[in-house]
């Protein structure tokens, strides 16, 4: 058996080498096959519309391409802020006593100057009308007083006298108002009034919460912003506010004030916005996520979609006019801002080219092309321009 082997050992070793190398080669012919010889993350290394294998065989590959047009993009900045009403008070009495009557329910819309609570106030009514009388004695007698000084029947000293004490009773009787008055509370503005606190012939002391008042025509929106961002947030910029009790809606609305003072502790800033609320979806206390859309200015954009990122840069295929047809062509372009789904176009593209949105993954440069077309984009775009290769 030993013999044999050193007989024919070394011809078993070259046969073996051989047969690898025979499936080293059947493999790799499978692939190219199969594969087509070579792959799409290669193609921007030819250096922008340089042929990749792609002309040969079959028919024009059925793509959708999309115009590069104007498209508006900002400088996104994110908040989270608390709503407020745009005028918001607590009604309460100035002076302890009893509820009379009670002139709203709960939810009214009332008018500014409606009278919402009245006090009981008898005993200021009894000092009112002894006021008023007084008064209105003390009043005729500086009249008669004034006509006796006239005709010199009364001394300066006696008219001084009495126009004192028509005084006195004036101020008296103004101030039997002023307490009566303030025995009545009205609306200071147009607005809301939440829930009803309290009940006729309860006894009520200074601080004690009758209901509230809210003007929600407006909404004010507090959120903060760190000291580095102030730069960015300017009276008049718009933005625009969620809330998780509206998902599918969005409030928008501008910057109203930016405040005088950071905050040492926090390095932040308290902005406020307004938010027009005239259907009072909006209520006082809701939180809000604010995307505030500073900086905003139009620029050349396409879907993200259409954009290969390479190693040395991006690229997308550009759809160019050929004899008999379309094709394509490998461009390098320069994004700016991505946002939206949409890509800022800087440098590569001109407003009209069309790029490939569907289709990418099995294009080669030059390879023809046929335009779906049931898109809209694609029917709307201009008219390609040949390009020279």
């Given amino acids: 058996m030993m013999g044999l082997f050193k007989r024919f050992g070394f011809a078993a070793v070259v046969v073996a080498g051989l047969a690898l190398m025979l499936v080293v080669v059947v493999g790799k012919a499978t692939t190219d096959a199969v594969f087509g010889g070579g792959s799409a993350p290669s193609a921007p290394a030819q250096g922008g519309g340089g042929p990749g294998g792609g002309r040969g065989g079959g028919g024009p590959t059925s793509v959708v391409a999309v115009a590069a047009e104007m498209h508006t993009f900002t400088d996104g900045l994110q908040a989270i802020g608390t709503a407020q009403a745009r005028e918001s008070i607590v009604l309460t009495p100035k002076v302890a006593d009893t509820i009379r009557r009670l ?28 006021a008023r009388a007084a008064n209105q004695a003390a009043q005729e007698d500086l009249r008669r ?15 001084d006298t009495v126009q004192a004490a028509a005084d006195a009773a004036a101020a008296r009787l103004n101030a039997g108002g002023s307490r009566i008055a303030d025995r ?31 003007d929600t025509s407006e909404i004010k929106l507090d959120f903060t912003v760190t000291e580095t961002q102030i730069a960015r947030i300017v009276q008049g910029v718009n933005l625009v506010a969620r809330t998780a009790a509206y998902p599918d809606r969005t409030f928008t609305g501008t910057i109203a004030n930016v405040d005088s003072r950071v905050d040492p502790a926090t390095r932040t800033v308290r902005v ?3 938010l027009p609320n005239e259907d009072g979806t909006l209520r006082p206390g809701m939180l809000m996520t604010v995307d505030v859309q500073s900086n905003p200015r139009e620029a050349l954009a396409i879907p ?18 050929r004899e008999g047809g379309q094709s394509v062509e490998l461009a390098r372009i320069r994004a700016g801002q991505r946002a939206s789904g949409m890509a800022e176009v800087l440098e590569g593209l001109s407003a009209g080219d069309q790029v490939i949105t569907e289709g990418v993954q099995s294009l080669r440069p030059g390879q023809p092309v046929q335009l779906a077309p049931s898109q809209p984009a694609a029917e709307g775009a201009l008219p390609l321009r040949p390009r020279g290769r």
């Fill in 272 to 274: 406020r916005a307004m």
């Fill in 103 to 130: 002139r709203f329910e709960s939810g009214d819309r009332v008018r500014a100057g409606q009278v919402l609570v009245e006090m009981s106030s008898v005993e200021q009514a009894a000092d009112m009308a002894e």
């Fill in 184 to 214: 009545t509370i009205r609306a200071p503005f147009a607005g809301v009034v939440g829930l009803r606190l309290a009940s006729p012939g309860q006894y009520v002391r200074p601080g004690d919460q009758i209901g509230t008042l809210d």
């Fill in 145 to 159: 007083t004034q006509e006796l000084f006239n005709r010199g029947f009364a001394s300066q000293a006696r008219l």
């Fill in 304 to 321: 993200e979609i259409a954009i290969l990122d390479q190693i040395d840069g991006a690229y997308v295929y550009r759809v160019v006019a």
